[in-house]
């Protein structure tokens, strides 16, 4: 059993950060690339960020120079550091995780997601 548990999402203001968390737990023996997708109200679900087990990073070009992901693997952690946010960043934001688990398992996950509001 693996769960992935987000934290860090809220309101804030257009021009304001937030910190987003999202960590795994359970039977993992290694995690390979994180990720956060967002989805606002009517859309589809997309790709925001992406971090691999060996650090390399990409990101939708509507975050790029906004949004930073990082990752502590000792913790099973992923970031996303979000700076000038917009109204247009306004959605649900889920983590993803592609890991093995203890019994030799390579599955996928999902979190339940973390509200974040921009108000203009």
């Known amino acids: 059993q693996v769960q992935l548990v987000e934290s860090g999402g809220g309101l804030v203001q257009a021009g304001g950060a937030l910190r987003l968390s999202c960590a795994a737990s359970g039977s993992i023996f290694s995690i390979n690339d994180m990720s956060w997708y967002r989805q606002a109200p009517g859309k589809q679900r997309d790709l925001v960020a992406a971090i691999s087990g060996y650090g390399r990073t990409n990101y939708a070009d509507s975050v790029k120079g906004r949004f930073t992901i990082s990752r502590d693997n000792g913790k099973n952690t992923v970031y996303l550091q979000m700076n000038s946010l917009k109204p247009e960043d306004t959605a649900v934001y889920y983590c993803?995780?592609?890991?093995?688990?203890?019994?030799?398992?390579?599955?996928?996950?999902w979190g339940r997601g973390t509200q974040v509001t921009v108000s203009s």
């Open positions: 993803n995780a592609d890991l093995n688990t203890l019994g030799s398992t390579r599955l996928n996950y």
